[in-house]
């Protein structure tokens, strides 16, 4: 029985999606963490870029100020951390998770909303994931173990808090060496990001599929559809 405790910044169909995946699932913020096998991260607003050390770009979605959403999250991850509960994040979550583990967030890219696209795992599988962001990971500084990204880059630029490319992105980028992550594992938190959105895909399809085969084998076990 695996019961997951969950943000409260999300909807029914995030909770539904729970709901059919997990044995039980619990409002973290409500019911706190007692019992907790995984904590979930849901999608929403950019994230304030004061916890990835930068300032707010042209192109960012964040206030002014780190929300409550922000600073109740934040504090939920290391009470995570220090009590070894597993993170599960989507979208914003997993750029949040990014954030925590000590690296940036790319604040602006293209190509990436509004339609699903194609990702490559690490182990060659291949399938379409949903995809609704306009910022995007940046792993440099972190310990993440890089498990699927697209194919072929398809942003046509990577702004940081200026509407042009940070220099090392920049250099990767010119190397062929950066890759667009999708789904990347933390193991300094124990934490799974996940960039697309499996809540919004076909339950029994190969997106859903893959993200339970990670989540079995890097965090939980025995978690079926």
């Known amino acids: 029985m695996k019961t997951i405790a969950y943000s ?8 539904g999606f729970l709901e059919k995946i997990f044995a039980r699932s619990i409002n973290a913020k409500k019911h706190g963490f007692t019992d907790a096998d995984a904590f979930v991260l849901w999608g929403g607003q ?3 870029p004061s916890y990835y050390g930068q300032r707010r770009g042209p192109n960012s979605q964040a206030w002014d100020k780190p929300t409550e959403r922000d ?3 934040w504090q939920a991850m290391k009470y995570c951390k220090a009590h070894n509960i597993p993170i599960i994040g989507i979208c ?10 000590g690296g940036k967030l790319i604040q602006h890219v ?8 194609p990702v490559v795992c690490a182990d060659g599988e291949m399938f379409d994931v949903t995809s609704c962001h306009h910022q995007m990971l940046d792993l440099t500084d972190t310990d993440g173990e890089l498990l699927a990204w697209t194919p072929n880059n398809r942003s046509t630029l990577y702004y940081g808090q ?3 490319t940070p220099e090392h992105l920049q250099k990767a980028l010119a190397a062929g060496t950066f890759k667009e992550p999708e789904i990347v594992y933390f193991p300094g938190i124990n934490g799974l990001a ?4 499996p809540e919004w895909a076909n339950i029994n399809g190969s997106f859903v599929k893959k993200c339970l085969d990670y989540i079995n084998l890097y965090l ?6």
């Open 220 to 225: 939980l076990e025995e978690v079926t559809t």
């Open 110 to 117: 293209n190509n990436h909303s509004g339609a699903d696209h």
């Open 46 to 48: 950019d994230i304030h």
């Open 8 to 15: 409260p910044w999300g909807t029914g169909t995030h909770v």
């Open 71 to 73: 600073i109740w999250e």
């Open 162 to 164: 200026s509407a042009e």
């Open 92 to 101: 914003r979550g997993a750029q949040f998770m990014c954030a925590f583990s």
């Open 194 to 197: 996940i960039q697309g959105h």
